[in-house]
């Protein structure tokens, strides 16, 4: 029954680490322990029966120029667009800075160990949730590009000495591909942001590593909000983590946890953790007078002041009483959720504060 625990609460943890749906997360919380025994066979079978992964076999590479391969452009309508009804969207003419936006895990139980990006039911679930609820905080100030890409099934991160890291691989040379594509035919020179969470984190540090760190680009990047997995300063040669609100050409990282929990997904978080509230690396605790805002499902639902957070152990602390999140452990599907207005507020401030360089 021990190991039974075990895998439920490795069960719990991929409803709300990977898969971005709070609903998963409660159906899984939920089930009781007479089916306990079942679902750690299920699980057992299904990493037990893992393909090999085989590169000829997966889908076609999506070809970036065609518009249909990007979840979201510029200077048209899709799921990054999103805004409160309070605010005016800004055009996209008006915006001097880019960013480009790598979405976490949405693929799941796939006949292949990585996404066909012509999936309509997968690519409605990721413009729906992530693009709708993550890559839309920065489109008050940039132009938002976000490619689709042929992600890993959640699997891969349980199988990361096997099969699954070279899925990961595979999903990441998709990830560069777009972003040479987008250097080369969209960026025209202009700053950028680097955005991304979970998976799509797992690709971006590397991105970081490989054509930024040690790059010329690095003049280029306002920032990078690199959330919801692990960073290790160690990874760079030249840059460094934004340890105040206005620093520039640097990277910002967290992983969210309810007061108290001590993480069992270590793979979520690495040496350095910002606190969203202060924009800082230190612990001491930030009060809800500093929380602009949270969103949840509902973009006019505005939840001000009503978080507090603090810097541990490399993870970040959260205090809240809202709904749907407040009764999780793990706040990982809610990094971004939490802190809407607040990494929103600071993409301005970091903007403003790249131009007066």
């Known amino acids: ?24 997360f409660i159906i899984i919380l939920n089930i009781k322990m007479r089916t306990l025994f079942l679902a750690t066979l299920l699980y057992s079978f299904a990493i037990a029966n893992a393909q090999p992964f085989v590169a000829a076999e997966q889908p076609p590479a999506p070809d970036y120029s065609l518009a249909k391969n990007w979840s979201a452009l510029p200077f048209r309508q899709d799921a990054a667009d999103f805004i409160p009804k309070a605010e005016e969207w800004v055009n996209d003419s008006l915006k001097e800075v880019d960013v480009f936006y790598v979405y976490p895990t949405m693929y799941k139980n796939g006949k292949q160990w990585n996404a066909d990006v012509n999936d309509k039911a997968l690519n409605k679930s990721i413009d729906g949730k992530p693009v709708k609820y993550q890559a839309s905080v920065f489109n008050q100030s940039c132009r938002v590009y976000v490619p689709r890409y042929r992600q890993s099934d959640v699997k891969a991160f349980y199988q990361l000495d096997q099969e699954g890291a070279n899925s990961l691989a595979f999903a990441y040379d998709d990830v560069k591909r777009a972003f040479e594509y987008y250097l080369k035919h969209y960026n025209a020179g202009r700053p950028f942001i680097l955005a991304s969470h979970s998976q799509g984190t797992h690709h971006a540090r590397r991105l970081l590593q490989e054509m930024i760190d040690t790059t010329t680009l690095r003049n280029r990047m306002v920032a990078a ?55 800082k690396a230190t612990n001491e605790k930030a009060d809800k007078i500093c929380s602009k805002g949270a969103i949840l499902l509902d973009f006019n639902k505005k939840y001000e002041k009503e978080i507090c957070t603090e810097v541990h152990d490399g993870y970040l602390w959260v205090e809240n009483k809202l709904p749907i999140v407040s009764g999780m452990e793990n706040l990982h599907i809610a990094d971004y959720n939490l802190f809407w207005y607040d990494i929103r507020e600071n993409v301005k401030t970091r903007i403003a504060a790249f131009w007066k360089k």
Do not use: H
Request: some cysteine; proline content about 5%; aromatic content about 14%.
């Open 1 to 24: 029954m021990e190991t039974g625990r075990i895998i439920f609460k490795r069960l719990e943890t991929i409803a709300q680490v990977y898969l971005f749906t709070p609903r998963i």
């Open 225 to 279: 909000y690199v959330i919801g997995f692990g960073i290790d300063t160690a990874m760079y040669k030249v840059l460094q983590p934004c340890l105040e609100e206005k620093q520039t050409g640097c990277y910002i990282t967290w992983a969210s946890f309810k007061k108290g929990a001590i993480p069992e997904m270590t793979s979520l978080y690495g040496n350095i953790c910002i606190n969203p509230l202060t924009w």
